[in-house]
């Protein structure tokens, strides 16, 4: 089997503070950017996307933004909920889609 | 609608059996994607069709895995024979453009090789 798996960079948080979660994508040439949300047994979700023309996008509780120039992505969660724990994947889309490592997200009631 | 349906939820076979998982997209989703996850590799793109059409198959791992998409509603991912490093947790996911839209993952098909 194997022993030894990807680290996961972990964030905690303390309920109804903001969150965020940090990305860095390989490709310059990427052109659209989606963050998904996976909970533990479960597929990972669409949350919000946002494209290369474009440098914040909002969604409900959610933010992301885009920094081209040092190739960042970030997504912000206002007032995070018990609810918001989950794996947090940022994926940079070109000629195909590239899933990052993925943030553990854990939300300390 | 009913979302990205993947069946069975789990998977348990031995060592060189075939292992067939199934993915029925979500109706009118033009595009369908097979992945795998696992914990030393995270997320990988196995396999994506397009109006049931392979269009990027370079993430399969050897001639042991093969996938089909023979009409719009259905696809299969086959390993044989099937060993205990390809135990992992296989997304299906569809959208309705390959590389401009947010796919919709299924719930996923555990499976343990032994």
């Known amino acids: 089997g194997e022993s030894v798996g990807l680290h996961l960079p972990t964030l905690s948080v303390q309920e109804g503070d903001n969150s965020i979660i940090n990305c860095a994508y390989s490709n310059s040439a990427s052109d659209y950017f989606i963050w998904y949300k996976q909970e533990s047994g479960k597929g990972p979700q669409f949350i919000i996307d946002i494209r290369s023309n474009m440098d914040k996008r909002q969604g409900q509780r959610v933010t992301v933004l885009l920094n081209k120039t040092v190739k960042h992505l970030s997504l912000q969660i206002a007032a995070t909920q018990p609810g918001d724990s989950a794996v947090y994947f940022c994926?940079?889309?070109?000629?195909?889609?590239?899933f990052g490592p993925g943030t553990s997200l854990s939300v300390i009631p | 609608d009913a979302g990205v349906i993947q069946s069975p939820r789990h998977e348990v076979t031995e060592m060189g059996q075939e292992v067939t998982l199934r993915c029925k997209p979500i109706s009118g989703h033009n595009s369908l994607f097979w992945y795998r996850q696992t914990m030393m590799r995270g997320l990988e793109l196995l396999i994506y069709?397009?109006?049931?059409?392979?269009?990027?198959d370079s993430g399969m791992p050897e001639d042991r895995f093969s996938a089909k998409m023979p009409n719009a509603s259905f696809s299969t991912l086959k390993i044989q024979p099937s060993e205990p490093r390809d135990s992992a947790v296989y997304f299906c996911a569809s959208s309705l453009k390959a590389l401009d839209d947010g796919y919709t993952f299924g719930s996923g098909t555990r499976l343990t090789v032994v």
């Open positions: 994926a940079e889309i070109y000629d195909k889609v590239i």
């Open positions: 069709f397009n109006n049931n059409v392979p269009i990027d």
